[in-house]
């Protein structure tokens, strides 16, 4: 951060102005002037929780995609169609079981195979070759769209909310005043909450494994030069194929997280797929942190412009897309590579 600070000056003094004003507009009662531009503080602070929340369940999706697209280089337009098998399955098994929290590891490990019997039956067969990994990738996606679409219908799905978790939580926020002066503070679903925490410990986790481990050194090591790596004795193979299960395992349980905050429903891949691109593209290919970052903005952007420009909300995503590609090509927080 005071690297970050001494190289720009400029920029640090813009974004601690930023900050401090969000920080104010959350935590300070709004005068009547503001409220009659934005509308009420309470609609402001479900839009902006909202959209943190789901910035969450993007990172669950997209840190599994930048782990095989942006470390790994293995281009598999197919990840969606993890995160919907993932919600599908893990519907299923809650409604059987009753074990919400149960869904995510039996959830997390079929996915996982899944993953790997595509990294060792298609890209262990393609390495290098992007564009035949993207047109069997892109196959394989609408196989396993009609295949879903066989076996469960074009109905949408909603995957119950454990008891402990359902209902609201209140968070020390002040939403709204009364005129009798009463504090109202800002209630929001405890679940999601929950899984945005968890999203958090999942991140932190991530970026110590790949940073401050062997087996991050040796998957770092692999990208920039697998033949050297191997020729050392490591079988960079079965390197590959963890963290292929790995990122395959975390959009399947994005899968149940989504099927919990939203629904399921077919198409649900396809709009995962494209929100995953975005935010690596945004983020940085291959950061952990940068993936964190692109989901948070894609997030906020989606559910502020939902609520302040429902027209053009779609276009905010593309756009911050491009002003990135424009500017940044190598993403927020990505390397020169």
Known sequence: MGEFMQRHPVWSVILTFLAAVLLWAIFAPWPDGLEEVFGKKRIFLNALFSGITLGGLYFLVASGFTLIFGLMRNVNLAHGSLYLVGGYL?????????????????????VGLIGVVLQYA????????????????????????????????????????????????????????????????????????????????????MWLALNRTRIGMLIRAGVDDREMLAASGV???????????????????????????????????????????????????????????????????????????????????????????AFRPQGLLGGGR
């Not at 079981?97 to 149960?102: A, N, S």
């Open 90 to 110: 893990g519907f299923e098994f809650s409604e059987a079981t009753g074990q919400w929290l149960l869904s995510f590891v039996v959830v997390f490990i079929v």
């Open 122 to 205: 298609v890209f262990r067969r393609m390495e290098g070759e992007d564009l035949r990994q993207t047109l069997v990738t892109i196959g394989l996606s609408i196989v396993f769209a009609d295949i879903m679409l066989w076996i469960w219908g074009g109905q949408s799905y909603t995957i119950l909310t454990p008891d402990w978790l359902a209902g609201p939580a209140k968070l020390p926020i002040i939403s709204s005043i009364k005129s009798n002066g009463d504090v109202v503070y800002l209630s929001f679903p405890a679940v999601r909450i929950t899984i945005l925490l968890a999203a958090i410990v999942i991140g932190v986790l």
């Open 235 to 325: 079988r960079i193979q079965v390197v590959f194929i963890v963290v292929f299960a790995f990122g395959a395992g975390l959009a399947g349980i994005g899968g149940i997280v989504g099927g919990t905050f939203q629904s399921l429903s077919p198409g649900e891949d396809v709009r995962f797929l494209l929100a995953s691109l975005v935010v690596v593209i945004v983020g940085g290919m291959g950061s952990i942190p940068g993936a964190a970052l692109g989901a948070l903005i894609v997030g906020l952007a989606e559910q502020l412009g939902s609520v302040y420009a429902p027209t053009y909300s779609v276009v905010f995503t593309f756009l911050i897309m491009a002003l990135v590609l």
